[in-house]
């Protein structure tokens, strides 16, 4: 079992920067694909980005060059640098842990990106 906490979330006026960070439970995390996903209000959820456990990563169209995702194994942590923000960014963030059939999501933390 994987749990997954996330935080960093908040208010941020167009143009600003926010970083959030995923905590994650178990030895294991290492080896896990992690992902961080948004579901606007009336929205469906999508992918914004993913990194594999080597490193590997991958954005969404709408976020590549503004959005950086990393991780720190030692720390059990993934983390989604957002910058240059965008009314449009505003969503409800979701860290996902997957790995083989084994699949954990995180509660959410709240964008808001309003002048």
């Known amino acids: 079992q994987v749990q997954l906490v996330e935080s960093g979330g908040g208010l941020v006026q167009p143009g600003g920067s926010l970083r959030l960070s995923c905590e994650a439970s178990?030895?294991?995390?290492?080896?896990?694909?992690m992902g961080w996903y948004r579901q606007a209000n009336g929205k469906q959820r999508e992918l914004v980005a993913g990194?594999?456990?080597?490193?590997?990563?991958s954005y969404a169209v709408s976020v590549k060059g503004r959005f950086t995702i990393s991780k720190h194994n030692a720390k059990n942590t993934v983390y989604l640098q957002m910058n240059s923000l965008k009314p449009e960014d505003t969503a409800v963030y979701y860290c996902?842990?997957?790995?083989?059939?084994?699949?954990?999501w995180g509660q959410g933390t709240q964008v808001t990106v309003s002048s």
């Open positions: 996902n842990a997957h790995l083989a059939a084994r699949e954990y």
């Open positions: 178990g030895s294991i995390f290492r080896f896990y694909t």
């Open positions: 990194i594999t456990d080597g490193g590997s990563t």
